[in-house]
């Protein structure tokens, strides 16, 4: 029955590494009997050699290669050492949310200085409009229509 093994590659700096590791189960005589790639993107692999004591190598371009028997490989994460330090040798920066902080103040700023202008035009507005009176109160009419009285007259 296979043995799983599960893990990361890393870079000594503790990020993937730039590129995919191969990982490959080694016969007796140094040869390659069975490989899978890291992903290049987050440096996570899943392996199935042969048993628990099959020889494990994992190398990538730049990097010294390791060996493990199966059951001896690092979990969860491998580190892989650079050949060249001069080669293979940057930091990372860590993502900030400084574009999102300026974005945000900038988007409050411009709210704020809307408000208040239309604030002020408002003043400006009152301050200039002529005083309207109210309207003059109208009689009051009966609706119904009222009886006039009728004057006869006698010739």
């Given amino acids: 029955m296979p043995y799983k093994i599960i893990g990361k590659i890393v870079g000594d700096d503790g990020y993937p590494i730039y590129q995919s590791a191969l990982i490959e189960e080694l016969n007796n005589k140094g040869e390659q009997i069975a490989s899978v790639l890291s992903d290049a993107d987050t440096g996570d692999f899943i392996f199935l050699p042969l048993g628990e004591n ?75 409009a002529p005083v309207k009176s109210l309207p003059a109160a109208k009689p009051k009419t009966n609706t119904k229509p009222q009886a006039r009285p009728v004057k006869t007259v006698t010739v």
């Fill in 54 to 128: 099959s020889l494990i190598r994992i190398s990538s371009p730049g990097y010294k290669e390791l060996k493990f028997a199966a059951k001896d490989v690092p979990y969860p994460k491998i580190t892989l050492y650079a050949l060249d330090s001069s080669v293979i040798n940057f930091t990372r920066t860590k993502p900030t949310n400084a574009g999102l902080y300026i974005a945000l103040g900038t988007i409050a700023l411009v709210a704020i200085a809307a408000y208040a202008i239309q604030k002020n035009d408002q003043k400006k507005q009152a301050a200039t």
